[in-house]
């Protein structure tokens, strides 16, 4: 079964700190971009940052310089570090990944991971 499985999310007051951490299970090959969305309630899905298998990122310009998205290929893991979160930083966290298997390559997502500011 194709499975991207996050963990890492919780609750932390403004200004601390939270790292994620989603990893791919056997079934996926290999992997492109992988990266991290958000969603908040009443919000749509957005972008938080993408790193390509050769470590090239992208980032949302409101995270900038706070979070800090990386990868380890060899475990198929891909982590978010996120520093001086916000309240504004509460969403499910959604890990997504552009990955091959068997049939061939498609999009795949994690479950999500709450996150919670608390001011």
């Known amino acids: 079964q194709v499975q991207l499985v996050e963990s890492g999310g919780g609750l932390v007051q403004a200004g601390g700190s939270l790292r994620l951490s989603c990893a791919a299970s056997?079934?996926?090959?290999?992997?492109?971009?992988m990266g991290w969305y958000r969603q908040a309630p009443g919000k749509q899905r957005e972008l938080v940052a993408t790193?390509?298998?050769?470590?090239?990122?992208n980032y949302a310009d409101d995270v900038k310089g706070r979070f800090t998205i990386s990868r380890d290929n060899a475990k198929k893991t891909v982590y978010l570090q996120m520093n001086n979160l916000k309240v504004e930083d509460t969403a499910v966290y959604y890990c997504?990944?552009?990955?091959?298997?068997?049939?061939?390559?498609?999009?795949?997502w994690g479950q999500g991971t709450q996150v919670t500011v608390s001011s």
């Open positions: 997504n990944a552009d990955g091959l298997t068997r049939v061939g390559w498609s999009d795949y």
């Open positions: 056997a079934s996926i090959f290999s992997i492109n971009t």
């Open positions: 790193v390509t298998s050769g470590g090239r990122t």
